[in-house]
């Protein structure tokens, strides 16, 4: 695995104040099940948990590095329960690296299941389409980073739709995703 890679071996979480709309709960969704109850406790996380809630409650992206198996997952899993949000994560998956928007079409196939297509601005749609051909005719292949910038804010456009201000929402295992989504995740992240 490149070292390039490996620093991204992270969890983010985020939120964004206003934004009202219905989003279904985790479990209706399938992501990230809350820690089990027999789940040992959380220990050794004061300072860590400290930090989150503080990045939380200035409205900041926080990142939680570090090698696989540290318990990342569970520290924002255990974080977002607490506070009664419905976290939506992007995931990354062994495979992504090489397929270019593999997390992020992933992540939107499942909001398209989720949030109505009513009402979605025909721009939207159509840009939406280059990754999720379900959705209608695509535009043709994207030649200009003004075309590829036009496909992110038509993601973020839909990706906040949905969004509400007891969402927590973030990417989660990045060292497999593709280098088209981490460029996308990152957007959304700014």
């Known amino acids: 695995m490149p070292a390039s890679r490996h620093f991204w071996n992270a969890s983010w979480v985020c939120r964004r104040r206003g ?39 200035a409205g900041r992206v926080v990142f939680v590095t570090g090698e696989p198996g540290v318990g990342k997952t569970r520290l924002i899993q255990e974080f977002t329960a607490r506070r009664g949000l419905r976290p939506l994560f992007a995931t990354g998956r062994p495979g ?31 840009e939406l389409s280059r990754l999720l051909p379900e959705l209608g005719e695509p535009p043709p292949p994207m030649r200009s980073g003004e075309e590829r910038l036009r496909l ?13 201000p007891e ?19 990152a957007y959304l992240a700014a």
């Open 96 to 126: 992504d690296a090489g397929v270019p928007f593999a997390t992020v079409t992933r992540l939107l196939r499942r909001l398209a299941e989720r949030l109505p297509l009513e009402g979605l601005e025909a721009w939207v749609r159509r």
């Open 152 to 164: 992110f804010e038509a993601i973020a456009t839909f990706v906040l739709r949905g969004y509400t």
């Open 19 to 57: 934004k009202p709309a219905s989003w279904p709960s985790a479990s209706a969704r399938g992501e990230h099940p809350p820690p089990c109850p027999q789940a040992p406790p959380l220990a050794g996380r004061k300072r860590e948990w400290a930090a989150l809630e503080q990045a939380w409650e």
């Open 167 to 185: 969402q927590a929402w973030g990417a989660d295992d990045l060292q497999f995703c593709d280098d088209a989504s981490l460029e996308v995740l």
